[in-house]
């Protein structure tokens, strides 16, 4: 494994991780890995199966656990600036678009393209703030359970009308002005930002957080939403920031199983897991590995995709020669054979021998990081327009012949990732069909020249980058799907279109992370809120299962 080829916790590309309130006992896993929570007497134990090194994730948001997980040897690098846009254009040098938490130089930058631009952003981010604020509460509580409200028992009722408030306290929140906002979530985002700006590049700046990992255009309805769960979370109290955890993302994997191992948690590696281990009332009992051994427990969380958790892990009935879905309701296997997991996102680690350096935005002569470098730096976001063409060409089964590309640096805060004077360059680029026209799979012929269209991009913004390059891992969503068990290479374990959110993710009725088998919870990004490795719903269905337990 080259240098580049980091160990670092799977996840999202460029994920937020908004760990919210609390650290959760739901350890996030990746493939057919389940995290079992157990318990003896006087005390709870999460047993989890992990493994895999992971490199689709790279910078972070994240809340108020961050004090714990800092304890077990959690550091997060803030950037500031954070996004940075280059152009390609006539003008020399080329212009180019930084963002940052000064307010004074970030509308000075947007005034190269629009005065008008400038003096509107701060409403802007007003404004998307305030929708944040009063939907936060939401993504920290399990949605309305609208089956025990209609036939539940009287006391399940009771609990169904608590589960209610964070829903009035959202609607309250937003007020009189629910209307506007509700266009924001339902609304192409395009449409959105053509009410706020002129400005291309601004608004194919902002755009990209709205299709990010989504098998979806600017102009797509509820694109507008996606962009939202990208602007929660927060680091070092200041909403939306992004940082860069030191060491990879492998260190956020570890200083959690370290905070969980402080609480009494065992923690089994490489350990991969055969099937839900079920009584013969059909109550989940534990799990099987793949090794034969039993592991047995009162409750078992899965983080393992709905699909894996639900297709694949419940073993079919003793003396019976049925698939394993029948263990399940019908209607229920067919929702969950039904949720859209495509896919957009090839990821590109790279390993140079120097940084990059932009027309728009010159190297110094040391050749020492420069504030744009430790930014998520926006190729191929001149208009939207370029996003809307790149995700036609993959709707048709071709690979993006200019892909929107987000490239992150993360050895420019963090030296240590790299051998001095060499870097690691992160690209989440799309879009990226899981099949290609024709019925053409994905081979090596197909990802290198892909990467090479994407070099090809990158060389064009910035003259030699190809000859820094040193090494590359290249991961289409086959490779995503086949290697991080993640459905359709679907970084967020199904796509976050409305009809795929709050009550009917992973679908409806069982929303509130428990499943139809008792005592088996769904705890990752295909549960409540969804995708992105924040912690909220590991958090969620950790307070759900402790809420049973008591009853067991």
């Not at 080829?5 to 650290?23: D, E, F, H, I, V």
């Not at 905070?259 to 281990?277: N, T, Y």
């Not at 051994?293 to 409750?299: H, P």
């Not at 930014?375 to 191929?380: A, D, K, Q, T, V």
Request: glycine share 10%; aromatic share 8%; charged share 15%.
């Amino acid at each position: 494994m080259g240098w580049w080829q980091l160990p670092t916790c799977s996840g999202q590309g460029c994920a937020r991780l908004c760990w919210r309130n609390a650290m959760c006992w739901a350890v996030r896993l990746s493939q057919r890995r389940l995290c079992q929570a157990s318990s003896s007497p006087g005390h709870r134990t999460c047993s989890a199966c992990c493994g895999h090194r992971s490199t689709p994730s790279w910078s972070c948001s994240m809340g108020p656990a961050i004090p714990v997980l800092q304890r077990h040897g959690l550091r997060v690098l803030p950037r500031d600036p954070y996004s940075f846009t280059p152009l390609l254009e006539d003008g020399s040098p080329p212009r180019s678009l930084l963002l940052g938490n000064n307010r004074a130089q970030t509308q000075q930058q947007i005034a190269q393209f629009s005065q008008k631009d400038a003096q509107a952003y701060p409403e802007y981010e007003a404004f998307m703030e305030s929708l944040v604020s009063a939907l936060d509460p939401l993504l920290d509580a399990a949605p309305v359970d609208t089956a025990a409200l209609g036939q539940g028992s009287l006391l399940q009722r009771l609990s169904a009308l608590r589960s209610l408030w964070p829903l009035l306290r959202a609607g309250l929140a937003l007020g009189r002005q629910l209307p506007r906002y509700y266009e924001v979530l339902t609304a192409p985002i395009s449409k959105i930002l053509d009410q706020w700006f002129e400005s291309e590049p601004l608004k194919a700046t902002l755009a990209t957080d709205a299709v990010i990992g989504a098998m979806a255009s600017p102009h797509t309805p509820g694109s507008g939403y996606v962009l939202l769960h990208h602007v929660m979370g927060e680091l070092e109290g200041r909403r939306g920031a992004w940082g860069y955890v030191s060491g990879g993302m492998g260190a956020l994997s570890h200083a959690i199983a370290h905070a969980a191992a402080a609480r009494g948690a065992h923690i089994f590696a490489e350990k991969a897991v055969s099937h839900v281990l079920l009584g013969r009332d059909g109550q989940a009992q534990g799990v099987v590995l793949q090794d034969g051994t039993e592991v047995r427990s009162k409750l078992v969380l899965s983080n393992a995709s709905p699909q894996i958790t639900f297709l694949e892990l419940i073993p079919q009935p003793l003396h019976r020669h049925l698939p394993p879905q029948e263990q399940l309701p019908k209607d229920f296997v067919q929702r969950i054979q039904q949720v859209d997991t495509r896919s957009p996102v090839t990821k590109i680690n790279v390993a140079v021998d120097r940084l990059p350096s932009f027309l728009a935005a010159p190297n110094a002569r040391d050749g020492q990081p420069l504030p744009h470098h430790q930014c998520s730096i926006h190729l191929n976001c001149e208009g939207t327009h370029l996003l809307h063409q790149a995700f036609t060409e993959a709707t048709h089964g071709h690979p993006s012949s200019r892909p929107m590309i987000e490239l992150c640096i993360p050895s420019a805060l963090d030296s240590g990732l790299a051998p001095q004077g060499c870097h690691v360059v992160s690209l989440f680029t799309q879009y990226t069909p899981f099949v290609l026209a024709g019925g053409q799979h994905w081979d090596e012929q197909a990802k290198n020249a892909y990467a090479d269209t994407v070099f090809d991009c990158i060389e064009a913004y910035a003259p030699g980058f190809k000859a820094s390059v040193i090494g590359r891992d290249i991961l289409t969503p086959p490779d995503l799907e086949r290697i991080f068990g993640l459905p359709g290479g679907n970084i967020f374990h199904g796509g976050m279109s409305l009809d795929q959110l709050y009550f009917a993710r992973p679908a409806p009725s069982y929303s509130g992370y428990r499943s139809p088998v008792p005592g088996l919870y769904l705890c990752g990004s295909g549960a409540h809120p969804g995708g992105g490795v924040m912690g909220a719903a590991g958090r969620n269905a950790a307070h759900v299962a402790l809420q049973d337990f008591k009853h067991l």
